[in-house]
């Protein structure tokens, strides 16, 4: 079975760029997250997914940052235009969780943004 | 508020010896507990949960973790340490009210030094 897979897995991009990452989740998982990884820190949510809707975006600077799911299986997660302060890695995650189901997160081996 | 913390950012030791990365939580009610593994330039890998029942959990690659109550935290353990287990650990929990959401500790590098 195919893991959570991401692309691209780095991207190089001058400051005020727009850049975009796509993710492709575990066939049947209904839930999807995007989480920011900063240099030795851990994974924070960014916007989580369940379905097609956004049900937490709490953490998403949207002045910038924007984020889709189309028809509840890919997702892309798009900053425009990107600061110095994005670089970091950009993680993707699926799992299908459910109120009986303690199930565990499957993750994507990231996409690492340099904003120069 | 549900949280968990790494109280040590590195933890080395040498092939062979014993190892354990602490973690503590700080939830209400019962916690649900992971332990995630990093390897250089790679997305998290599930290792183990603590859902219910025995203390002590069984995961991959021979890792263990204990769950205590009292003191509030989800060790991870692994009775013989080999070089290739050097890479970043996560401790995260499980939101009590929203089971879909989950929080990361900031993690702790093991160095495993032959």
């Known amino acids: 079975e195919a893991g959570v897979v991401q692309s691209p897995r780095y991207k190089i991009i001058e400051k005020k760029q727009p850049v975009a990452f796509w993710c492709n989740p575990i066939s049947g998982h209904n839930t999807l997250y995007w989480y920011r990884q900063n240099l030795g820190q851990g994974p924070e949510l960014l916007i989580r997914?369940?379905?097609?809707?956004?049900?937490?975006d709490s953490q998403l600077p949207k002045d910038r940052f924007s984020a889709e799911r189309l028809k509840g299986v890919d997702s892309t997660l798009k900053i425009q235009p990107a600061e110095l302060g994005d670089s970091a890695v950009y993680l993707c995650?699926?799992?299908?969780?459910?109120?009986?189901?303690?199930?565990?997160?499957?993750f994507g081996e990231g996409s690492r943004l340099t904003v120069l | 508020a549900q949280s968990v913390a790494q109280p040590e950012d590195q933890v080395n030791v040498a092939e062979g010896n014993p190892l354990t990365v602490k973690c503590t939580y700080s939830?209400?009610?019962?916690?649900?507990l992971f332990w995630y593994v990093q390897y250089p330039n790679r997305g998290l890998q599930f290792l183990l949960k603590y859902i219910t029942g025995d203390n002590l959990v069984k995961g991959s690659y021979g890792f263990e973790a204990e769950f205590n109550k009292s003191q509030t935290s989800f060790h991870l353990k692994k009775p013989s340490a080999l070089v290739s287990d050097s890479a970043l650990y996560f401790c995260a929990v499980r939101d009590m009210y929203n089971f879909n959401k989950f929080y990361f500790g900031s993690g702790t590098k093991l160095n495993v030094k032959p």
């Open positions: 997914y369940e379905n097609e809707e956004a049900v937490d």
């Open positions: 939830v209400s009610g019962n916690p649900y």
């Open positions: 995650a699926s799992s299908f969780i459910a109120e009986v189901n303690t199930g565990e997160l499957f």
